[in-house]
C-alpha cells in the first residue's frame, strides 16, 4: 500500500506549517496561550481560510478532505506549532453532527468550517476514567423535548464555544452501553454554567453544568438511545487527531535537541560528538519512527470495520502515549536545566506531549482496550 500523501495533502501540510512558521510563531503562541480567552478568535478564522477546518470534514458535508491522512496531515501541523485553537472540539462535534445531525444543523456545521463559529465536546465526567460507556449526565424526555441535568469535566475551550455537543444518558444505569445519546447544546442556553481554568500545556478548559438545560426534539444527534456507536466512532476522528498532533510536537523536539546537540560546547567540542549522548539521540530518532507508523497505520484504518479500526486506534494512542514521555524527558536532559526554563520553547512542547497521553485516554487505558480488542470475536 502507498502510503505517500497526495500532492493535496502536501500542499495543504506545506501551506499551514508556512503559515504557523511565520504568522504563529512561538512568542505569539505563548501569549495566546496564557491569554485570558486562551485562543484567539482572529487566529481561529485565518486558519478556516486557509482550509485547515475544512479538511477535516468530507466534501458532502462542506468540507473538502475528511479521510484519515486529512486529519492526520492538519494534526500533525498543529502539533509543530502547539497550536491552541479550538480544533479537537471542531473535529469531534462537527463530526457527530455529520453523521447524524442531520438538515436541523447544517448551518452549525458550515459555520464550523468557515471559522465563524467553534464547538467543545463535552463527555468526559469526573469519575470517569475514560470509560466510553460510563455516563451519569442525564436527558430527560419533557413533551416534545429534552431537559439535560449534570457535568462534565475537563472540556477544552469551552468558555468560547458557539455550541457543545454533549453525550448524556437516556435510559440504564450509568455504565449501560444501551441508552446513551449526543446533545447539540447552544452555549447560551439557560442552565449552562462554566468554571474556567488555565491548561498547564497552555489554552484553558472548564468544567461545565447543565441544570435543567430545556433542549428542543432536534437537539438529539440520531438514535437518542443507542448512541454508543456513535460516540466511539466520533472519539475514534479524536484518538488519530491527538496521536498526529503528538508526532508533529515530538519532530519539534527532536528537532530542538538535534539543534542543541549541534552548537553546545563542552571541552571544547560539541556535546553531540559524545557517543553516549548519539545512542541516546538515535534511540528517540527510531521510536519517533515507530509513533509516526502507528500514526499512518490508524489513518488507513479510520473507515476499517471497527474492531480492526479501534485497535489501530488503541495502538496508536497508546503508542504516542509512551513515546511522547520519552521523548519529553530525553529532550530535556540532553539540553541540561536550560530544558526546564520557561522560555525556551522546548518545555512547552514537553509539557503537551505529556498532556496529550490524558485526553481521551492515556497509554494504559488504550493498552487493555487493545488487549481486549485482540481476543477472539466470541469473547467480546
Not at 470509560?131 to 457535568?151: F, H, Q
Not at 472548564?206 to 448512541?227: I, M, Q
Not at 567540542?269 to 553516549?276: E, H, N, R
Not at 503537551?352 to 488487549?371: A, C, F
Request: negative net charge.
Amino acid at each position: 500500500m502507498d502510503f505517500q500523501h497526495t500532492e493535496d495533502r502536501r500542499m495543504l501540510a506545506d501551506s499551514l506549517n508556512r503559515f504557523i512558521a511565520e504568522q504563529y510563531a512561538f512568542p505569539l503562541r505563548d501569549k495566546i496561550a496564557q491569554s485570558a480567552e486562551g485562543f484567539d478568535q482572529s487566529m481561529w478564522q485565518r486558519f478556516a481560510e486557509l482550509g485547515a477546518v475544512g479538511a477535516l470534514f468530507p466534501e458532502a458535508d462542506g468540507g473538502f478532505g475528511g479521510a484519515g491522512f486529512d486529519i492526520a496531515v492538519v494534526f500533525e501541523c498543529l502539533g509543530r506549532g502547539l497550536v491552541v485553537e479550538p480544533f479537537l472540539g471542531a473535529l469531534l462535534a462537527g463530526r457527530a453532527i455529520a453523521a447524524a445531525g442531520g438538515d436541523a444543523h447544517r448551518d452549525r456545521l458550515a459555520a464550523l468550517i468557515d471559522g465563524s463559529a467553534s464547538a467543545a465536546f463535552a463527555h468526559d465526567e469526573p469519575g470517569s476514567h475514560y470509560e466510553l460507556t460510563n455516563v451519569k449526565t442525564r436527558a430527560e424526555k419533557r413533551g416534545d423535548g429534552w431537559v439535560l441535568t449534570g457535568a462534565k469535566g475537563v472540556v477544552a475551550q469551552a468558555e468560547h464555544a458557539t455550541f457543545f455537543v454533549v453525550t448524556a444518558r437516556t435510559a440504564g444505569q450509568d455504565d449501560d452501553a444501551h441508552g446513551i445519546g449526543l446533545f447539540v447544546v447552544p452555549a447560551s442556553a439557560p442552565g449552562v454554567s462554566l468554571r474556567g481554568y488555565q491548561k498547564v500545556d497552555g489554552g484553558r478548559a472548564a468544567e461545565v453544568r447543565f441544570d435543567g438545560v430545556a433542549l428542543t426534539a432536534d437537539a438529539a444527534l440520531g438514535d437518542p438511545d443507542n448512541g454508543a456507536a456513535l460516540l466511539e466512532q466520533v472519539l475514534g476522528f479524536g484518538l488519530l487527531a491527538l496521536a498526529a498532533e503528538s508526532v508533529g510536537a515530538m519532530d519539534v523536539a527532536k528537532e530542538h535537541t538535534l539543534e542543541y546537540l549541534r552548537t553546545r560546547k563542552q571541552f571544547g567540542v560539541p556535546i553531540g560528538s559524545f557517543q553516549a549522548l548519539q545512542h541516546r539521540m538515535a534511540d528517540v530518532l527510531l521510536e519517533i519512527e515507530q509513533a509516526r507508523s502507528a500514526v499512518i497505520n490508524a489513518a488507513s484504518k479510520l473507515d476499517a470495520p471497527r474492531v480492526e479500526r479501534e485497535r489501530a486506534l488503541a495502538a496508536a494512542k497508546y503508542t504516542v502515549g509512551r513515546i511522547g514521555a520519552l521523548v519529553a524527558e530525553e529532550s530535556i536532559q540532553l539540553h541540561g536545566g536550560i530544558g526546564m526554563t520557561w522560555e525556551l520553547p522546548l518545555s512547552h512542547y514537553a509539557k503537551r506531549l505529556v498532556m496529550i497521553d490524558h485526553q481521551l485516554g492515556d497509554e494504559d487505558h488504550h493498552l487493555e482496550r487493545y488487549v481486549a480488542l485482540s481476543k477472539p470475536l466470541s469473547n467480546q
